[in-house]
């Protein structure tokens, strides 16, 4: 039976349990997803935006106990949480508002092929599966869950095992926002389930946000099946400073960026990359930093770090840590494993890193800096680009000609320069190599789980032109 349970990261105890779907009841989710789907498919794009809308307010009333179960949950800071709850209502509206204009037909060049009318439309594909991490509860399945709906897709959740209850808050608010029941389901099943879930042929597509072996399962399964899958998966995300960077910025950022979710972010910057003419600066700096985040309840608003999401985790981190130490790096600070309860972990940089370390080639999911020391900027790309990973990445240069080549020679998904990789609904999001593909969010994300029908008109055809029609 999976452990499907609220556990309070900060002092270790089981607050709630949950008894994991029998496959009946399974069965039925699907079902009744399925039949949502034939529901929703045929209601207006203005009124999936009514709903869309109605979601997004609950979302702001209800932001403080939405992010006190967050935190509770997973142990991100509970201004974090809030902050959470408001990006994901100002998604929503984003997709109400933007969605008309995202799914309208696209007119095409009718005399290049032959037509009195040819045309784009975009139409739903029917239940779509998403497997969604611990990390961001609400967000990572927010950017799913308002293009998915909004297109007239439904949506089918098996979350982490450890945040059940941020799930099935996620369930509510989509109904009482009016959307059709079972428009929004969650599932409480282990991740056994997974491969039964997706070979089901009511379920047409899954979306995956998680560890590349996840990622590579679920990429297997639904190959047999042939069933389109996004995948958001691991990162190992450089954070580059070259010699004309505002340094104390680039510090201060870093700090940010690295501690993000307690650490605990696929697209937080974990390796930091530093032209050996502002090494030690920033070095001394970034250190610092780090060294006076206050680390402590993630309930208390004077906290800058909470703990780690398991214990598992922290251990894992923790022994990264050791294992380059035992190799000869150095730490500057942190790197020492609390006493007490709770998964707590402090900020920690290691530098004179080498390729027979954990850290050189490992993900470290927790509040971990490594320092890497280069000579010039092609060296800088060579280590950046060194790593199976490819979601975000980070360059702070002051020079346009480094911008610009930054730019297009950082092998990532996503590229921030002078600023902290993060997130908008306005644009594509995802990663290359290993760290996944397709992406989520702006108009491509919507696309990604869309029908993208060709219309073809020859002769005889009525004169109405595309672009009447906008589901």
Not at 154 to 162: C, D, I, R
Not at 257 to 267: D, E, K, T, V
Not at 290 to 312: F, H, I, K, Q, Y
Not at 426 to 438: A, R, W
Request: contains cysteine.
């Amino acid at each position: 039976m999976p452990h499907i349970a609220t556990t309070n990261p900060a002092t270790g105890q089981v607050l709630k349990t949950y008894e994991a779907m029998s496959t009946e009841q399974l069965d039925g989710a699907i079902e009744r997803t399925d039949l949502a789907y034939q529901q929703l498919r045929t209601t207006t794009v203005d009124q999936r935006a009514r709903w869309m809308t109605v979601a997004a307010d609950l979302l702001d009333a209800e932001r403080d106990e939405i992010a006190r179960i967050m935190t509770t949950e997973m142990g991100k800071t509970y201004a974090s949480a809030q902050a959470e709850v408001t990006k994901c209502a100002t998604s929503a509206r984003f997709y109400a508002d933007r969605a008309p204009g995202f799914l309208a037909d696209e007119p095409a060049d009718a005399d290049a092929v032959k037509a009195t009318r040819a045309f784009i439309r975009y139409q739903p594909i029917g239940v779509v599966l998403a497997v969604m991490p611990w990390n961001f509860p609400l967000w990572q399945v927010m950017r799913f869950a308002a293009p998915a709906l909004m297109a007239g897709n439904t949506g089918l959740l098996k979350h982490a095992s450890n945040v059940p209850q941020t799930a099935l808050l996620l369930e509510d608010v989509f109904r009482r926002a009016g959307f059709p029941e079972g428009a929004f389901t969650t599932v409480l099943v282990g991740s056994d389930a997974v491969e039964t879930i997706l070979a089901d042929p009511r379920v047409r597509a899954a979306t995956l946000t998680g560890s590349e072996s996840a990622g590579r399962s679920i990429a297997q399964i639904a190959g047999r099946e042939l069933k389109k899958t996004v995948l958001e998966l691991g990162g190992s995300d450089p954070f580059v400073v070259m010699p004309s960077a505002d340094v104390d910025r680039a510090a201060e950022v870093a700090t940010t960026a690295r501690c993000q979710n307690n650490g605990q972010s696929c697209i937080a910057a974990k390796r930091f990359i530093v032209h050996t003419d502002v090494f030690d600066a920033f070095a001394e700096r970034f250190a610092a930093n780090m060294a006076a985040l206050r680390v402590g309840d993630p309930m208390d608003p004077d906290t800058d770090v909470g703990p780690l999401a398991s214990e598992r985790g922290r251990d894992e981190v923790h022994a990264q840590v050791r294992d380059a130490v035992d190799n000869g790096a150095t730490v500057l600070c942190g790197g020492e494993l609390p006493t007490g309860d709770g998964w707590f972990y402090p900020p920690t940089v290691v530098t004179d890193l080498t390729p027979t370390m954990r850290m050189w080639s490992e993900e470290v999911f927790g509040p971990v800096a490594g320092l890497f020391r280069v000579s010039s900027y092609e060296e800088a790309i060579e280590v950046a680009n060194g790593t199976s990973f490819g979601l975000g990445s980070n360059a702070w240069t002051r020079d346009p000609a480094e911008q610009e080549r930054f730019a297009t020679d950082l092998d990532a998904g996503n590229v921030f320069i002078n600023g902290m990789t993060t997130s908008y609904p306005e644009l594509p999001f995802g990663g290359v190599k290993n760290s996944g593909y397709g992406r989520e969010l702006s108009a491509l994300g919507m696309r990604e789980f869309c029908n993208t029908k060709t219309v073809w008109v020859g002769e005889g055809a009525a004169s109405a032109g595309a672009g009447a029609h906008a589901e």
